[in-house]
């Protein structure tokens, strides 16, 4: 693709510097302030705005975003050029012009700076509250303001020449469906999450996955209680996708504890024959030690409270009968190896699992980063809240790790932070998960 736009784009620096410049022009004949005034104004509006590869207009302003701030950090070094070389010449008898045009420059350059700030800030989806945070306390800060600004700038360009990328890509093999699956897709959530339908617990992955021809249903389990009775409510819910559209049989995609409950519905509420295939997703099929230490140091009426308020928050949010305390109690090695030994692996229903590895605690998100280190005293190498030894399960299991200090965590998995990582795309992962079910005629 000829990339004509960053020609363009180019233009504005000498065209902006100018303006910056303008001063004394505007300040020994009044009639400059329209030319100049007409020139800056489109130096605010209209750079970035050519680049045709962007279809998303969110992801366009964006670019507009980082594009002003680049063109006018290009001008800097042509700006204090002019005016030193100038200045010099005026100073020390020439003074108030120096301070209006020392003010000039500081309000056009606020103008600036605050177009491209406020573009990204309301469009970005990969800054985050980190970065967004950051730009706000290192702003007044020379040199660091500006190391700040560009980690920003260079942040968003990659999220937009990522997302450009896979729309592409998308609208490539759209023909192809490659995620359209003989059977529909049912999403299982784990522990401490409910599918709402204004947050998907599965960050963008269900879009992705429709657009490229997916049929996407969910779980609608309550959010905690023991592995039996979600296992129970699942299956119900199953029945009842089956029947209302007459598929047959569903492909399930479950995280976390969602893998235990459906192992338990297939094998004890009868819906073996409804189940294509079962992939598990970071799911503690052997149970995490760390829960169970944590239940056994957390004093009594600390586990009470927490129990209690958990549930009626719950209650308040949808669930009928959440019970905190038993869901977690069902996540210890106990019960979950009983349970791995009296499962097995369902005949005629292909299972598969997923796990993955943080890499270094502090490089993950919230919390993420705080639970690791205590897990890894227990349970070794984990993404966040399960060990690796946990994961396994079915007759292909695949072990995710990146280089590098970041690592995937428990909650990137299901792309709850709707965070590009850098070496693991799990919005295209699932693509390649569903492209293999749809290969293997499920």
Excluded at 271 to 283: E, H, K, M, Q, R
Aim: aromatic residues 12%; hydrophobic residues 45%.
């Amino acid at each position: 693709m000829k990339k004509h736009y960053r020609i363009v784009d180019a233009c504005h620096v000498p065209v902006l510097a100018f303006c910056v410049s303008a001063f004394f022009l505007i300040y020994n004949n009044l009639l400059w302030i329209i030319p100049v005034g007409f020139l800056f104004l489109a130096s605010n509006i209209f750079p970035g705005f050519l680049r045709s590869d962007v279809k998303n207009d969110r992801l366009l302003f964006s670019y507009h975003g980082c594009v002003v701030l680049c063109v006018t950090a290009a001008t800097f070094p042509i700006v204090a050029i002019y005016y030193t070389t100038v200045l010099y010449a005026m100073l020390p008898e020439n003074y108030l012009p120096v301070i209006f045009a020392a003010i000039y420059v500081v309000a056009l350059y606020t103008v600036l700076i605050a177009n491209g700030i406020v573009s990204i800030y309301v469009t970005s989806g990969q800054l985050g509250v980190k970065w967004r945070a950051m730009g706000v306390l290192f702003a007044l800060i020379p040199v660091l303001n500006l190391f700040v600004l560009g980690k920003m700038v260079s942040r968003v360009l990659r999220e937009v020449d990522f997302e450009t990328m896979r729309h592409a890509r998308n609208k490539a093999r759209s023909d192809e469906k490659v995620c359209a699956t003989k059977y529909p897709l049912v999403f299982v959530h784990g522990i401490f999450m409910r599918d709402w339908a204004i947050f998907n617990y599965w960050g963008r992955i269900p879009e992705e996955l429709e657009t490229n021809g997916a049929r996407i249903y969910y779980g609608e389990h309550q959010s905690a209680l023991p592995v039996a009775e979600s296992a129970k409510e699942l299956a119900a819910r199953i029945k009842r996708i089956v029947a209302k559209t007459d598929c047959g049989k569903v492909n399930i995609i479950a995280h976390s504890k969602g893998g235990l409950d459906c192992r338990y519905a297939i094998e004890h509420y009868g819906i073996g024959d409804l189940v294509a295939s079962l992939t598990t997703v970071n799911s503690p099929h052997r149970g995490c030690l760390f829960a169970e230490k944590l239940l056994k140091i957390a004093p009594r009426w600390f586990k009470h409270r927490v129990a209690e308020s958990y549930n009626k928050s719950m209650r308040f949010l949808g669930d009928k009968t959440p019970d905190f305390m038993a869901g977690v109690r069902d996540l210890t090695p106990t019960p979950c190896q009983r349970r791995d030994r009296e499962l097995g692996i369902p005949e005629g229903i292909y299972c598969q699992s997923i796990g993955s590895i943080q890499n270094r605690a502090l490089a993950g998100r919230f919390p993420m980063n705080l639970s690791e280190p205590y897990v890894k005293r227990y349970d070794g190498e984990n993404d966040g809240l399960v060990g690796r030894n946990s994961f396994s399960f079915g007759e292909r299991y695949r072990l995710l790790e990146t280089n590098g200090r970041r690592g995937i965590t428990h909650m990137d998995m299901i792309d709850m932070n709707r965070e590009d990582i850098k070496g693991f795309d799990v919005r295209e992962f699932y693509v390649e998960v569903v492209r293999d079910l749809k290969s293997r005629g499920f």
